[in-house]
């Protein structure tokens, strides 16, 4: 069956670059974008970018300059590079496919020093 | 960016009771290729979200037909018809027509 999830670090100081593993299994990452949505405690949920079948990818135009997504097929994983981490990028990180149908559990970040 | 507007933002409602949610989209969110990709997701507190209905009005797999989903264009809604306790959490509406994606600020969903 589908499943998804997410791994991070948790916790990342400011300034620093947040990288983060999403690895999917029942389904192929050639055959199905994958997205990435954030939502700071207690409040709503915010699209943050996907990497699409073919390989391209697109971004949340507030995030675009520090955000980067990436895939290793090989191993079923998709990845997110985010750099120049403030206070407000401290929230659960999911990650998604099939238009929200199926998420992971998601990975809270928590940027401190 | 596409802006979806979701009314009301608290929605207080007592079991049984009928209820709707309207997202209102900035631009059109029918897609060339005449689909228009509006979903419907409900979040229960400390879960993830679960997709309710997708393309405006069909309702995914294992969700009860109580819900139901309509609307066109820029304007849809949401009804839940009886709600169950089960029903209470946040629901957003997301549009997938237009990268970048965007939701709506979400409508908390509580009991009376």
């Known amino acids: 069956q589908v499943q998804l999830k997410e791994s991070g670090p948790g916790l990342v100081q400011p300034s620093q670059t947040l990288s983060l593993t999403c690895t999917v299994s029942?389904?192929?990452?050639?055959?199905?974008?994958v997205h990435w949505v954030r939502q700071p405690p207690g409040k709503g949920l915010e699209w943050v970018g996907a990497?699409?079948?073919?390989?391209?990818?697109d971004y949340n135009s507030a995030l675009k300059s520090r955000l980067s997504i990436s895939r290793d097929t090989s191993k079923s994983q998709v990845f997110l590079k985010m750099n120049s981490l403030q206070t407000e990028d401290t929230a659960i990180y999911f990650c998604?496919?099939?238009?929200?149908?199926?998420w992971g559990q998601g990975t809270l970040v928590t940027v401190s020093s | 960016d596409v802006v979806l507007t979701q009314t009301p933002p608290t929605l207080s409602a007592t079991i049984g009771q009928s209820v709707s949610i309207s997202c209102r989209s900035s631009?059109?969110?029918?897609?060339?290729?005449?689909?228009?990709?509006l979903n419907w997701l409900l979040q229960r507190p400390g879960q993830p979200p679960q997709l309710l209905i997708y393309?405006?009005?069909r309702l995914e797999s294992g969700v009860p037909n109580r819900f139901s989903g309509s609307g066109s264009g820029t304007d849809f809604t949401l009804k839940i018809s009886g709600v169950e306790a089960e029903d209470l959490g946040v629901y957003y509406c997301?549009?997938?027509?237009?990268?970048?994606?965007?939701f709506g600020a979400g409508t908390k969903l509580e009991l009376k």
């Open positions: 631009q059109s969110l029918l897609h060339s290729n005449g689909n228009t990709y």
């Open positions: 393309l405006v009005s």
């Open positions: 990497i699409w079948s073919g390989g391209s990818t």
């Open positions: 997301v549009q997938s027509t237009h990268a970048p994606y965007t």
């Open positions: 998604t496919i099939r238009l929200f149908a199926y």
């Open positions: 029942g389904f192929s990452l050639t055959s199905n974008s």
